[in-house]
């Protein structure tokens, strides 16, 4: 599940990112951003915490909260 959380939370945060594509707009990436972090918040804690120690390892402290992360159901 680890190389799962850590291709997730890489994938999240290039989608989240400016980026200058002109084939992809804002608006297409918030959208799946959008739709990962909705289904995020349906995840079982444990799901929630291994993305959140995923995302610790990758440097990106802060990235639980940026989406909403709550490991508190």
Do not use: C, P
Not at 27 to 45: F, G, Y
Not at 49 to 59: D, N, S
Not at 60 to 72: K, M, P, R, V
Request: no cysteine.
């Amino acid at each position: 599940m680890d190389s799962l959380s850590r291709a997730l939370v890489i994938a999240i945060q290039y989608l989240g990112s400016d980026r200058n594509a002109a084939e992809f707009t804002e608006d297409d990436d918030l959208k799946i951003v959008e739709e990962v972090a909705s289904i995020i918040q349906s995840a079982s804690v444990d799901e929630k915490a291994a993305l959140v120690k995923a995302a610790k390892a990758l440097g990106l402290t802060g990235w639980a909260e940026q989406i909403g992360i709550s490991l508190i159901n």
